[in-house]
């Protein structure tokens, strides 16, 4: 295929994703592209439709597996200047979705605003948070970032640029309405707080996190989906599957619902240590867990 030159300026051929991803594991995309505004995005995304060839949006890589072949798609990164932009106006704090989230924390730690602590330890963008609609379950209680939403900004794949508010959009576990959209920015409304407090709950939550969680060896975080009213880390650890090695690629001891690429793993050999996980889960208890992470083939 033949690249425009708007896309041959702002991209890169046959770019390997191996290092843009937490696993550690995956091919080249066939364009790996960083827009510097979103001028630059519209155009790439207009080249790219007009060409019939596929574009993926990557944050930081930390909820993906990619096929060793490779994706046959422009690869997009919103991680310039453009699109990390953070700034609060009260207790409203609009934010770019390349923005890192522990970077976020820090800014509402700063200004003193809560509500976000329990993202603490959670190594995504806002883009990615938001369109998976990140969280955590404790005590019974669910938490994510869907609930502090005000309004996003977004791109759709012919470039038009939109904002939806609270009322048009969707927020469910691990999944949100989003996800069909490119993500610009968004407007969270947070809860004013001494400074000092807001810094020990946020550190509490990431202590918590690095406690019960592993990343001694590259990973995508929970690879399952709780099913209802469970854990698939429980599960999985009940089928005694921690340590389970398929290739390079290992059950955590810590943590089951995580996946590890202890010595070179390739994607298959996740891919096939996930199915024989599923296959045990569902051979004791009649569950079928569902992934977590995205794949991309």
């Not at 004013?192 to 995508?220: G, H, I, M, W």
Request: with cysteine; charged share 25%; hydrophobic share 40%.
């Amino acid at each position: 295929m033949s690249w425009s030159k708007n896309l041959k300026k702002t991209g890169k051929l046959l770019e390997s994703l191996k290092n843009h991803t937490t696993f550690k594991i995956g091919g080249p995309a066939r364009l790996f592209s960083r827009p510097l505004n979103i001028l630059e995005l519209q155009r790439l995304i207009k080249d790219s439709r007009e060409q019939g060839q596929k574009v993926l949006i990557l944050g930081a890589g930390s909820n993906l597996l990619v096929s060793d072949r490779g994706v046959d798609a422009a690869v997009v990164k919103l991680d310039s200047a453009a699109f990390s932009k953070i700034k609060n106006k009260g207790d409203l704090v609009e934010v770019g979705a390349g923005k890192p989230v522990n970077q976020l924390l820090a800014f509402c730690a700063g200004k003193g605003l809560s509500g976000l602590e329990f993202m603490a330890g959670i190594p995504g963008t806002v883009g990615g948070a938001l369109a998976m609609n990140a969280g955590v379950s404790l005590n019974g209680k669910k938490l994510a970032i869907g609930d502090l939403v005000e309004s996003v900004r977004v791109m759709d794949y012919n470039s038009n640029l939109k904002i939806f508010d609270r009322a048009k959009l969707k927020f469910g576990y691990r999944q949100s309405s989003l996800a069909k959209h490119i993500i610009l920015s968004a407007s969270l409304r947070l809860i004013p707080q001494n400074k000092r407090v807001v810094k020990r709950k946020t550190a509490e939550y990431l202590l918590r996190r690095k406690a019960t969680q592993d990343y001694s060896l590259p990973n995508a975080g929970c690879v399952f989906k709780n099913p209802p009213r469970d854990f698939a880390g429980r599960l999985i650890d009940s089928c005694g599957l921690k340590g389970r090695k398929i290739g390079g690629a290992m059950v955590s001891c810590k943590h089951a619902n995580f996946i590890l690429n202890a010595d070179h793993a390739t994607a298959r050999d996740v891919l096939e240590l996930m199915r024989a996980i599923r296959k045990e889960v569902k051979k004791k208890y009649k569950i079928i867990l569902d992934p977590e992470i995205k794949i991309w083939k």
